[in-house]
């Protein structure tokens, strides 16, 4: 019975990192980062042959992930400090 709950707790556990990892930084930041990178960097960032969906896994993706998520804090810290 431990070895079927310690499975179950492995798919649950891999699961949510690739729900973290996958979907939320890999689409939602990059959605976000996508744009603050184009006018940050007045267009040149990300290339021209990168499509807006992180496909691949170039240092470009990862930094508009990284921007997304920056912007994305930034947002919510905001939210929460106002409504205090």
């Known amino acids: 019975m431990d070895s079927v709950l310690e499975e179950l707790a ?3 556990f891999r699961a949510l990192a690739y729900f ?3 979907v939320f930084f890999g689409k ?3 959605a976000l980062g996508w744009p603050v990178c184009k006018v940050l960097s007045f267009g040149k960032y990300p290339s021209a ?3 807006v969906q ?3 896994s170039s240092k470009q993706s990862y930094w ?3 921007a997304g ?3 994305l804090l930034a947002v919510i ?3 929460l400090l106002v409504n205090t």
């Open 10 to 12: 492995k798919g649950f």
């Open 49 to 51: 042959n990168q499509s």
């Open 64 to 66: 508009c992930s990284f």
């Open 28 to 30: 939602v930041c990059y």
């Open 54 to 56: 992180s496909e691949g």
């Open 69 to 71: 998520m920056v912007v």
């Open 77 to 79: 810290t905001y939210t």
């Open 20 to 22: 973290v990892l996958e």
